[in-house]
């Protein structure tokens, strides 16, 4: 009897436990529906910053084509992107490209 007690009490438990984490859930995608917006937003200025800075490994302020590989989406429009075709990508390139 006791044994029975034990494991319908760990079964409610177990349970419970599920509900919760399924209203958890539901509640949090909810949320999330509610708030995502149609199209991904473009990111900020911080954003796009600190990705270039990322980017940039040798830090001399412009994305040359090989530290643009690191940016699969980048790379594949890297001539688009240098709309100066200097060969490297400035911040300000970058930036716009970025926010297209
Ligand atoms: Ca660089
Ligand atoms: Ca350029």
Redesign the pocket.
Same mark, same amino acid.
């Given at each position: 009897m006791t044994l029975k007690r034990k494991t319908l009490s760990a079964n409610f438990e177990a349970r419970s436990v599920l509900l919760i984490a399924g209203w958890t859930l539901g509640a949090a995608s909810a949320a999330l529906a509610q708030n995502m917006p149609a199209r991904p937003a473009a990111p900020s200025d911080a954003e796009i910053s600190a990705i270039f800075k990322q980017t %940039? $490994?040798? @830090? %001399? @302020? $412009?994305? &040359?084509r090989e530290?643009a590989a690191a940016l699969p989406s980048v790379a594949a429009n890297f001539e688009k992107v240098d709309a100066n075709a200097d060969g &490297?990508l400035s911040a300000e390139e970058f930036s716009k490209a970025m926010k297209m």
């Open positions: %940039d $490994k040798n @830090g %001399d @302020g $412009k994305l &040359s530290e &490297s």
